[in-house]
């Protein structure tokens, strides 16, 4: 176990709709990152904020926001969703955001959009 | 840019037979590099990284990965395979270039038969 954790494990949907991921930071873990996993993209960087501020965007679709919250849990929103966007998302968070911080990867939310 | 290449999708040993999952890293500066294990269904798992301190680096269920810069190679090894080490593999990098994310290699799914 990790300590990050995430809500909820699997979702369900259909295209067109708004799903929010919800994921909660190890203790005293100030940054927090969300990865998609797909066949055909693999693990891919969407975006990373750092108590609070957003520090970096990857490959993150317009579709898709983000936040962190006073009490360091984020959030993904993902809006207008498209077969595509089926899905592994993580979390993962680390204590900084220093080069070479372990990140520690929740369990993941599977998304199924249909 | 930084970017990792596992050389290898699928790899199957026998049970304590040696295991060696190969990573090339490109990078135009000294890099950070992690392995990362998935099990079936569960998020990713850190087994060991390279921070610069030594060049051969242990981690955990018995993995050692060695940093060889003229190879730009950072390949994982284990002496003796269990069938428990079944799973994937990611090879990740992190350089200082200001984004602290992660960014993965494809993966390899190890296989040990028994």
Redesign the interface.
């Known amino acids: 176990d990790?300590g990050?954790t995430q809500t909820p494990k699997h979702l369900i949907t259909a295209t067109g709709q708004r799903v929010t991921l919800r994921c909660s930071p190890r203790s005293g873990d100030l940054?927090v990152?969300w990865?998609q996993q797909s066949l055909d993209q693999?693990?891919?960087?969407l975006i990373?904020y750092y108590n609070g501020e957003e520090?970096?965007k990857?490959n993150i679709l317009e579709r898709f926001s983000a936040q962190q919250f006073p009490d360091l849990h984020s959030e993904l929103n993902l809006s207008s969703l498209e077969l595509g966007d089926s899905a592994l998302y993580?979390c993962?968070s680390?204590v900084a955001?220093?080069?070479?911080?372990?990140?520690?990867?929740?369990?993941?939310t599977r998304l199924t959009v249909l | 840019a930084q970017s990792v290449t596992q050389l290898g999708s699928h790899v199957s040993v026998s049970e304590g037979a040696l295991v060696l999952l190969r990573c090339n890293y490109s990078s135009s500066v000294p890099p950070y590099l992690f392995w990362y294990v998935q099990y079936p269904n569960q998020g990713l798992q850190l087994l060991l990284k390279y921070t610069s301190a030594a060049t051969l680096v242990k981690g955990i269920n018995g993995f050692e990965a060695e940093f060889k810069k003229s190879e730009t190679s950072f390949h994982l090894t284990k002496p003796s395979a269990h069938m428990s080490d079944a799973a994937e593999y990611f090879c990740a990098v992190n350089v200082n270039t200001g984004r602290r994310a992660l960014t993965f290699g494809s993966g390899t799914r190890l296989q040990v038969q028994p």
């Open positions: 990790s990050v940054s990152y990865y693999g693990l891919q960087f990373q520090r970096a990857g993580f993962a680390s955001t220093r080069e070479g911080n372990e990140q520690f990867f929740g369990p993941g």
